[in-house]
């Protein structure tokens, strides 16, 4: 246990859902981040917050859409995806920024028929 | 593009045999450098980071950071079974952003 919590685990969605993962963090860090993560593929940084501000941007599509209303609190807005956005979400927290070690909640395994 | 590039694998060893992981890196600003264990079905960890040229040593885990040939490895003495995994190799230059490797696949035969 890490002290990252994301939820929901799984998620099976079709394309013209909307859904959102949450990701909660209890180590007092202050930047939080999202990846996306294929098979066989290097983990993608989606974005990060720090202390609430969005610092990273990594030219993610719009139809993810973060959301983070105090450092503790992450959620990852979803809207109209395609299949091949199915993947494995993992949320991430480390202490500041540069060059500190991230924590890993759990992940969210998303599906999309 | 900033890369880090690892062997998918998967590399097999014995059990009690030293597994060598091997990791590089085409940024030579990096200056952070982590290795992560991720089991099947679960999230990555980290075993060990790294920021001086040599050796670091954590029980039976060893990084190994050589900036001049922009290279990192894990070495793991004393292989066990408990130990396979992918291990991923990460790099920090500077600012949020952490590059991953794809992971190298260790499987440890009992």
């Known amino acids: 246990e890490t002290g990252v919590t994301q939820t929901p685990r799984h998620l099976v969605m079709g394309m013209t859902n909307k859904k959102s993962l949450k990701c909660e963090q209890h180590l007092g860090h202050n930047a939080m981040y999202w990846y996306k993560q294929s098979a066989k593929k290097p983990l993608e940084l989606m974005f990060v917050?720090?202390?609430?501000?969005?610092?990273e941007n990594n030219s993610v599509p719009s139809r993810f859409s973060p959301e983070c209303p105090n450092s503790s609190h992450l959620f990852l807005h979803l809207h109209t995806l395609q299949p091949e956005d199915s993947a494995l979400y993992l949320c991430?927290?480390?202490?500041?920024?540069?060059?500190?070690?991230?924590?890993f909640g759990p992940g969210t395994r998303l599906l999309v028929l | 593009q900033k890369e880090v590039e690892q062997n998918s694998g998967p590399l097999s060893v014995p059990e009690g045999a030293i597994a060598s992981l091997n990791c590089t890196y085409s940024d030579r600003g990096s200056q952070s450098f982590f290795w992560y264990r991720q089991y099947s079905g679960k999230s990555p960890e980290l075993i060990m980071f790294i920021y001086s040229n040599g050796d670091k040593e954590d029980g039976r885990f060893t990084a190994q950071l050589n900036k001049a040939s922009q290279y990192v490895s894990l070495l793991i003495r004393d292989s066990q079974p408990s130990d396979s995994a992918t291990y991923l190799c990460?790099?920090?230059?500077?600012?949020?952003?952490?590059?991953f490797g794809a992971g190298t696949r260790l499987f440890v035969k009992a």
């Open positions: 991430a927290s480390s202490l500041n920024s540069e060059s500190e070690t991230q924590y």
């Open positions: 917050y720090s202390l609430e501000e969005r610092v």
């Open positions: 990460a790099v920090n230059a500077g600012g949020f952003k952490t590059i």
